[in-house]
Each structure stands twice: as structure tokens, then as C-alpha cells.
């Protein structure tokens, strides 16, 4: 771990304050043409004296814009000091998490998992189209089953067609056989490009999908393909209890990874991430975009350097050790839970390493469901599955209430 390390508070707010002030102070610089200021001073009231305890509000009030991406080319010379920050958490996630070489990744804070995923997939339409002049009816974007449904907000975007691979019932894999069969049929159907999305702990399960599996199948029957790893949920857990893996950057096969700061972190909405290893985000460049210094890259246009901040902020309070610890309580509950499960002999499916218990919906009497709130795959009347997710605020006294009360319905 060479840039996440456990910073107290002082000295965490020692060096926001010094970001912020190497930002612009409209107050004192004069700027005729930046369509933006700080907060409304009629309304967000920027002299309370708790601002100064309290820097990630600070920065919320000085309303930093972090348009662009800033781990390459020029950026808005306005906001150099909190970009600074940015750039750091960049590095956390993609060298000390996911194992890249030093500066071997650019990426951003994006407005979420949803948009990490369509930048990724926009990414490589653009560099098959642009580099080898594919037709978007030869490219193919193929995931599970389980996969997000932003990717088939991707799809329906970027017009290229979806191919969907089953998975087992019982233990969520991918179906080695149908991923064969149907990525043969593509390639007869025309197909010669592939995007695909590898999960790292999906929605509804916390399953965690082989990007090595893809990657073998496609290069046999000679697709030229990419893939980006969707760790919007399992991005803060999976890399860090299972530090020998193979979804991190150090598997050459993985392209780019989306993770939710805004899930597990904790962190406040708009806090995705976006990662990629050089030399591929440039595929994005809207040349048109000539008003923003630097190159604009990104799917978002403004957005907040506030949130660069409360992400940064989280990860350097706890520190990997801090982390890994709160994870190692998160992952203590759900087998608790699991145990109990298994004596009253109830269905699920757990990946070890995550902090997901899906039960079979028929194991489930529906009065419980809606008692404990548990997620369903599907809302209406075909749901199979149903989600407990573990996360700080689910301790370990209710989920013994829940199986307290699902042996008393079972006997
Ligand atoms: C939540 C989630 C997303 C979408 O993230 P948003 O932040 O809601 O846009 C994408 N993929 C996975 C696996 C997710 O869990």
C-alpha cells in the first residue's frame, strides 16, 4: 500500500484546507467567465464557524468543478488543488486495490456505477469503430445473467446488441457450455468485436464471475474483445479480503473497472468510479468541448470535486487495516447468518468473500420478507430469490430475530 494509509482527522482537514485554498477564491481573484461561484451565499450560509471542523461541508460551500479527468493532459487550472485529491484516490483504487503498475491508469469519480459502465462500454465501441473500423452490428457487449441492468442501458445507447450467458441455478457460475455455444453462433451470426462486462459481486447475489473464463473462449474462436470489470458493489470488499485474485489490473486481461464508493463506502451519492489503463480513455475525447482546459473525456460533464473528497476522506479515516477489519466483522455476521441457515436447512446462495445471503423465495414465508425488508429479484409476483445485504447497520441481533422467527415458521 503505497498511497492508502490511516491519516488522523486534524491532519486530514489540514490537507483539505490547503487543496481548497490552492482551488480559486472567487473573493479574491477576479474571474469574469467561469460560469460558476461558490454556494449561494443567501442560502448556504459560508461563515458558520462548524465549517471549519467540518471539511467535507467546507468543500460542498466552495463547490469545487472537477469537469474532465485529470490523471492525464491539462485540467481547469481553477480547481488544481482538490483535482489533487482526486488523483490520489485514483491511485488507491487502482494501484494499491487493484495491483496496477504506478501511473498505468487514468480514471475519475463518475455519478455512479451506471455511468462507470457506460463510459467503459462507450469506450471500446469507440476504440473498435475508430481503430478498426468495425460496424456496430459486428461488435457484441456479453455479460451473465445477473449482470446490472445499466449494461443494458449501454446497449440500447451505444446500439450494439446484447448477448446474454446463463448461469447455474444453484452456484451462479457462468454456463461454460452456453457461453461456447452462443459466443460460436455470434461469430457465425457476424460478430467479430466483444465487450464484456465481468462482475465482481453482482446485485442480487455477490457472485463473482471468472474474467479468465471470457477471455479464453472469445480469443478461440478469434474475437478481438475487452473487458471491464463491473465491481460497483464487490470493488471495497472482494480486492481486499481476497488479495489473490484475478479481477485487479494485474491480469492483463482486465481492461477497466467501475466501483460504488457509494454502496459499501458509505459514501454520499454520486461517488462511482471509473477506471482504465492508459492509452484507452482517449477514445472518448469530444473534440468539440473546446470551452473546458484539457481534454473532455468523460461521460459527466460538471460534477462535484466535493465528492472526490468524502471518498478520499473515508478510505484514508480507516486505512487498509481499519478497512479490512470492518469487512472481516461484515463477512463474521453473514456466516453467523449462513450457520443458521443451514441448521433450519433453508436454501441460499453466498459467495464466501462477500457480504450477500440470497435465499431461495419458495424457503421464505412472505410475511417475513416484508418484516425484515429483504430485497427480491424481481418485484411482482415471479420473484425466486430474496436479498439480505449486510451492511453496517445490519448487526447481528436482527439477523438472529430473522432466523429466530423463520425457525418458529418452519417447524
Ligand atoms: C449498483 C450497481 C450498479 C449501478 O450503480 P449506480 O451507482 O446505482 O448507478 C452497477 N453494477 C452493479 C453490480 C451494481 O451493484
Redesign the pocket.
Known sequence: MQYWKKINFDEQRQLITDALSKNIDYQKIITLGVPGSKLDGQVFYDQATFLKEAPFLQSIVQNPNHIGCHTLGDSEPYFAGTQEIEREVIKILSEDILKAESSSCDGYIAT???EA?IQACWMYRNLFTQEYNARLDEILLIASEDT?Y?VHKASNLLQIDFLSIPVHMENRAIVSSELENLVAQAKQDGKKYAIVIS?V???MFGSVDNPDEYAAVLAKHGFLFKIHM?A??GGFIYPIVQRDNNIGFDNPHVSSV?L?A??MLQAPYGT?VFLSRKGLIQHVLTKEAKYVNGMDITLSGSRSGANAIAVWMILQTYGPHGWLEKLNTLLYRTTVCCTDLDQLGIRYYRNPQMNIITIRASDIPSSLVQEFGLVPDSHGDSSQWYKIVVMDHVQIDVLKQFTEKLSAVSK
Do not use: Y
Open positions: 455512479g456505477g451506471t459502465n446490472h445499466s462482475n459481486g453482482t446485485t463491473d460497483a458493489f467501475t460504488d457509494h454502496k462511482g
